[in-house]
């Protein structure tokens, strides 16, 4: 009888357990929930939450008043990447919707070379000890990885969109030329 308690107690407290904590805070929800049609207003304001969590990962680094800088670090890089994942995330449903986010993109691709810098600084001040590096490998190979890929995606998004809307342009004005006629 006490195993199929401890069983059912297991059972049901294994959601509590899965429920993900969100990297974004209720203002910041709230933010992006309002600038739902707009990709410009939306991707700035998720570079604004990517760069603040990387400050965040800075001042756990540095603030001699933070007691729990390696869980702190941890939870700053995690919750780096999963804004940032979620930027593309938001990237891609513009760019399939085939929104013209060229404009939007070009503070995108500023900001992964920014993030970029960032975090690769941070990976050097590692450096020095094993130990130390050894805590936030994976976290840290993961939030570069993505960064990596999703500033070749930019890229080759902006290229994309370059070339179609010049397309769409030019026709635009073909079109317009023919009705003077």
Known sequence: ?????????????????????????????????????EPE???????????????????ARSDPKITDKDEQTQ??????????????TNV???ADRGNDIRKALKPVIEADTEFGAK??????SLASSKEEAGKYDF????????????????????????ETFKHKKDKGHKEKGKDKE
């Open 1 to 37: 009888m006490k195993l199929w308690a401890a069983f059912l107690l297991l059972v049901a407290s294994a959601p509590a357990q899965m429920h993900r904590h969100d990297p974004l805070t209720p203002p910041e929800v709230d933010k992006i929930r309002d600038s739902a049609m």
């Open 41 to 59: 207003v939306r991707l700035k304001l998720y570079i604004e939450f990517a760069r603040a969590r990387l400050d965040k990962l800075q001042q």
């Open 75 to 88: 939870a700053a890089l995690q919750d780096f990447t999963d804004v940032y994942d979620e930027l593309n």
């Open 92 to 94: 891609d449903t513009f």
């Open 119 to 124: 975090l690769r600084a941070f990976k050097s």
């Open 139 to 162: 976290l840290l190979g993961s939030a570069l990885e993505a960064l990596n890929s999703g500033s070749k995606d930019h890229r080759d998004l902006l290229a994309e969109q370059e």
